[in-house]
């Protein structure tokens, strides 16, 4: 009996020290366990997370091809609306073009009749007094022929036996 005594401790002093070891490793699993939770945790946010920022990063993409679909509409009306401007500033330019000739053929024709009227008005008056001039020098010429005569007379005279 001492020896199944000294047996029966012994195999309890064994089975506690099993025992010991089964806990520590059950200790250590645990925090293993624990610690591998914690990484599935954050690896589970970070999953979350990338599946949000994909998905932010898909809605952008489709919005900035929403964006860029609309731009090139835009540009297009832009060219549209600036081809309609320069049309219509192409047309304006041809009408005023025109009408400034118009006018200002309108105002030869005018500014030429006034010197046409200006012309006669001034060959009346020229001639005139070209009539007058003829009219003062044939005038000039019969004094002079008079004047002539009445010298020549005073010197054929004798003015002596006069007084």
């Known amino acids: 009996m001492a020896n199944q005594d000294i047996n029966l401790t012994t195999?309890?002093?064994l089975i506690k020290k099993d025992l010991k070891q089964i806990?520590?490793?059950?200790?250590?699993?645990?925090?293993?366990l624990d610690t591998m939770n914690s990484i599935s945790k954050a690896v589970a946010v970070q999953d979350e997370?990338?599946?949000?920022v994909s998905a932010k990063i898909d809605y952008m993409e489709r919005r900035m091809g929403e964006h860029k679909e609309?731009?090139?509409l835009r540009f297009q009306a832009i060219g549209?609306?600036?081809e309609e401007m320069r049309e219509s500033a192409y047309a304006d330019h041809q009408r005023v073009a025109k009408e400034t000739n118009q006018n200002r053929k309108e105002r030869n024709e005018e500014i030429m009749l006034q010197l046409g009227k200006m012309n006669g008005a001034l060959d009346l008056r020229l001639s005139k007094i070209d009539d007058r001039i003829k009219l003062l020098e044939q005038w000039k010429w019969y004094i002079a022929g008079i004047g002539a005569v009445a010298i020549f007379v005073a010197a054929n005279i004798k003015w002596t036996g006069l007084f």
């Open 49 to 52: 997370a990338a599946k949000a």
């Open 11 to 13: 195999d309890v002093a």
């Open 70 to 72: 609309e731009d090139v």
């Open 80 to 82: 549209v609306r600036l």
């Open 23 to 32: 806990e520590r490793f059950f200790g250590r699993f645990d925090t293993a």
